[in-house]
């Protein structure tokens, strides 16, 4: 059994390739993060809610990545450094192999991981799945939840070191009573996760402590993305035995005024796109071998409806970043996004199964062999997108 | 400030939709995104007060009482406040179809939740109409509901099940000019309309059997059918005995229930009766099941409070959702998992230790009367746990700080977080 508490005092291990799973709950407008600026349908579609195209007089307009695709310009500030070191990838027309337009059956189909048919009530969840597989002779692997539960995606037989980060306050055990706690369960079938789960809440209890007497990170706004993943790559880079991070953003679910370039979507991009820089920043030298995919459990309607909003659709746009990947890139398969491209004339089509994508990624990433991945990801194809 | 009726319990959903059409004819979007978020707000103070009435009950019952009952058909049938109407409709969903019904038949209960505004809204079948389907709450019905997952159905029973919940959805708040042919067919009950102008009235051809189109007759059959139904018994059996008697409970006993079940076409009464005979024998070692935070939390207050009712339920639902089980805030269709291993994590104990200081320090001030820690140390319950604690559980509570520091210990021991 992985302790990684107990092993966080131990010297440090031959660090190895991390992942980070950034879950956004809620189905987020991929449209309106990579703006396809080169289809007129797309300004057909939506007329009030459009991305304007590229226009560098007009600082509201979408800043482009290429002749079809462009960024929206609260992204662009956070997103454009990463484009431009090639450690940044986009995968338009991604998603799940079957159509829910249910939040909740959508992100436990992600979260779970398996192949569409299934159809699982439960059942453990890939990150799970993958620590056990990279659980080897190479060195103690295990994992790590910026949450309050345990999400689906890390059920399962590998124990899971879980506790949110997005919150101010500092609850208080003392020494004493932690101690006289640590002698109840001493060789108590509970005592890893014992020990897990309060050396895991004593660590962000200092981190926040240490925050409130450092200007620079009480200057990040509390309860925002970017607090979070500062205190997200600081506990990543003093433990490197957490080789999986999970944490989710909620929040997407625009189904009236989501506005443009200024709104309520705006400001929830910019905030998880300056989250994504500071987990990066934070990681320092660990950025280099740490693979982040944030992805949602759907995508929402193509066209905008009544209340200048979207509603649940299918297709979405999956994002690569990491040190050592070769990004800067739009890849998958693509296709048309004209009026009879859509997915029942509403969507943006799927394309790229996710568990394709991700098991590609993953298996380029921990060198992982068929069978292996196989049991991350069953029946599966894994889709190599030339990123690593 | 903005209030809804809270008594009776289905007015405040009459209110809710009265107020919202009134705010989509709003002009200007200032004032209507000013008037949205006082509704929203009202709706959450309806819920918050309905719970923490509901919670102070739950606490001063035991672990098989009615609110307890009422608490698993809840997350049984779970719907999510937040949701819309569900939020205004919820005291009329819980105090007019789940606690009426709770240990009567599981057909009415059913048939309650199928003709609810609640749960119509919650799983989309206000949208369901003939010609313009939508599976979302009959595939729930059958996976969540009564069949259960592996109940033997296929996508064709869904299919079918969906069109004969066509048109089950609210009233229109306008009112209508109903043709002739069509005023038999309507079914109404407060904000519940039985639209026959929405619903497929073709035949139905459900699980091998058939229902002629007749309208809102098909609704009733189907929640015969499948109440009757062997995977329904099945399931239903199995998930009592699950939250009643724990991961422990023995296959026989769920058999024993699933038959009465079937015999008794959903007797819940009699369904219960084995099962709350085994709950009161279940002392047998190796039946121990990890308590869910909602167990683990209230089983605390009762031994802390020492039988004094809580005045003050805001704080301990504050806790309840600082362990991950809010009360009625389960966004999933599927309610809280009802296997205590699923709340088993790092997060999860932690949480519990941190909170266990801070429930005993509070508790004193929450209760009708106040008990100091020394009084509640001394209590007969008290007594009575401590001395089935293991020996570094002893040891451990010998060298606690004070009364407040042991009873603290005491609720964070292991042998505290199983039942």
């Known amino acids: 059994m992985p302790v990684a508490w107990r092993l966080w005092a131990a010297p440090a291990v031959r660090p190895r390739p991390r992942f980070v799973f950034v879950f956004l709950r809620g189905g987020y407008d991929a449209l309106s993060a990579l703006v396809p600026y080169g289809e007129p349908f797309y300004y057909e579609a939506r007329p009030n809610i459009a991305l304007a195209p590229p226009d560098p007089a007009n600082l509201e307009a979408a800043v482009p990545l290429d002749h079809r695709w462009a960024l929206h310009p609260s992204v662009s500030d956070a997103l454009m450094p990463f484009w431009d070191a090639k450690q940044l990838a986009f995968v338009p027309f991604t998603g799940t192999g079957f159509v829910s337009r249910s939040h909740f059956q959508a992100q436990d189909w992600v979260e779970l991981g398996q192949a569409p ?8 969840g890939f990150l799970n799945r993958l620590l ?7 060195g103690p692997a295990t994992g790590v939840s910026f949450t309050p539960t345990l999400p689906p995606s890390f059920h399962g037989p590998m124990p899971v070191a879980n506790w949110p980060l997005s919150g101010s306050r500092r609850g208080k055990i003392n020494p004493g009573l932690e101690e006289l706690i640590l002698a109840m369960y001493d060789e108590h079938a509970l005592e890893d996760l014992v020990r897990d789960g309060l050396g895991l809440r004593r660590e962000v209890s200092l981190q926040l402590q240490q925050e409130m007497q450092e200007a620079s990170r009480a200057a990040l706004p509390a309860g925002s993305f970017a607090l979070e993943s500062a205190r997200m790559g600081r506990l990543l880079c003093d433990h490197p035995e957490y080789l999986l991070g999970f944490v989710d953003v909620g929040g997407w679910d625009t189904h009236a005024g989501q506005g443009a370039a200024r709104g309520a979507l705006s400001s929830r991009l910019r905030d998880l796109t300056e989250g994504l820089q500071a987990l990066a920043q934070e990681l320092g030298s660990e950025w280099q071998r740490t693979l982040v995919v944030v992805m949602s459990e ?6 905008e409806n009544g209340s200048r909003g979207t509603d649940h659709g299918h297709g979405t746009t999956l994002w690569v970043l990491g040190g050592g990947i070769q990004g800067g890139a739009i890849r998958g398969e693509q296709g048309g996004l004209g009026s009879g491209d859509l997915h029942q004339d509403r969507d943006l089509p799927v394309l790229n199964e996710y568990r394709d994508v991700l098991a590609g990624l993953l298996a380029q990433h921990y060198g992982l062999g068929r069978e292996a991945l196989a049991r991350v990801f069953p029946a599966a194809s894994a889709r190599n997108l030339g990123l690593l | 400030m903005m209030r ?13 939709r009265q107020r919202s059409a009134e705010i989509t004819a709003i002009q200007d979007a ?11 707000e009202a709706r959450r103070l309806l819920v918050m007060e309905y719970s923490g009435g509901f919670f102070r009950r739950l606490v001063s019952q035991p672990a098989d009482g009615v609110e307890a009952l009422v608490w698993f058909w809840f997350n049984h049938f779970n719907v999510l406040w937040q949701n819309d109407l569900v939020g205004a409709a919820l005291p009329s969903y819980i105090d007019e179809v789940l606690r009426p019904n709770a240990e009567g038949r599981f057909r009415d209960l059913l048939l309650g939740t199928m003709t609810h505004p609640a749960m119509l809204v919650y799983l989309d079948n206000t949208r369901n109409g003939s010609g313009k389907m939508n599976e979302n709450y009959a595939r729930e019905l059958l996976e969540l509901h009564t069949l259960g997952v592996n109940g033997g159905y296929n996508q064709a029973d869904v299919r079918e099940t969906a069109r004969i919940l066509t048109g089950a ?6 009112p209508v ?4 042919k069509q005023v038999p067919h309507l079914v109404q009950r407060g904000e519940f309309l039985f639209d026959p102008r929405r619903h497929d009235f073709g035949r139905k051809d459900l699980l091998g059997q058939t229902i002629p189109g007749k309208g809102f007759g098909e609704l009733e059959a189907l929640a015969d059918r499948l109440s009757r139904h062997p995977a329904t018994a099945r399931h239903l059996a199995g998930k009592l005995c699950l939250f009643l008697v724990g991961e422990g409970s023995p296959p026989a006993l769920a058999e024993e229930a699933a038959r009465i079940f079937r015999e008794t076409s959903g007797n819940l009464a009699a369904v219960l009766g084995p099962i709350r005979e085994r709950l009161n024998r279940r002392d047998a070692p190796g039946l121990k099941t990890f308590k869910e935070p909602q167990r683990w939390l209230t089983s605390a207050l009762a031994l802390l409070s020492g039988g004094v009712p809580v005045k003050n339920a805001q704080l301990p639902l504050g806790w309840l959702s600082a362990l991950g089980q809010g009360l009625f805030s389960c966004r999933t269709p599927d309610g809280y998992s009802l296997r205590g291993g699923d709340w088993l994590s790092a997060g999860q104990l932690a949480q519990r230790f941190e909170l266990a200081p801070q429930i005993v320090n509070t508790l004193p001030r929450l209760a009708e009367t106040a008990m100091p820690p020394e009084q509640i140390r001394a209590s007969p319950a008290v007594g009575a746990l401590e001395a089935t604690l293991g020996p570094k559980s002893r040891q451990a509570l010998t060298r606690a700080k004070g009364d407040a520091g042991r009873l603290a210990l005491l609720i964070s021991s292991p042998e505290f977080m199983y039942w």
Do not use: V
Request: charge should be negative; glycine fraction near 6%; aromatic fraction near 8%.
């Open chain 2, 30 to 40: 200032d004032q209507r995104r000013l008037a949205e978020s006082e509704l929203r």
């Open chain 1, 132 to 138: 056990t597989e990279l659980d080897d002779a190479r």
């Open chain 2, 177 to 180: 000019q109903w043709a002739p």
């Open chain 1, 117 to 124: 048919e299934a159809r699982p009530a439960s059942g453990s």
């Open chain 1, 298 to 303: 759907f995508g929402r309607t193509f066209r």
């Open chain 2, 169 to 174: 959805g609210l009233r229109p708040l306008e």
């Open chain 2, 4 to 16: 809804l009726t809270a008594t009776p319990a289905a007015q405040a959903m009459s209110e809710y």
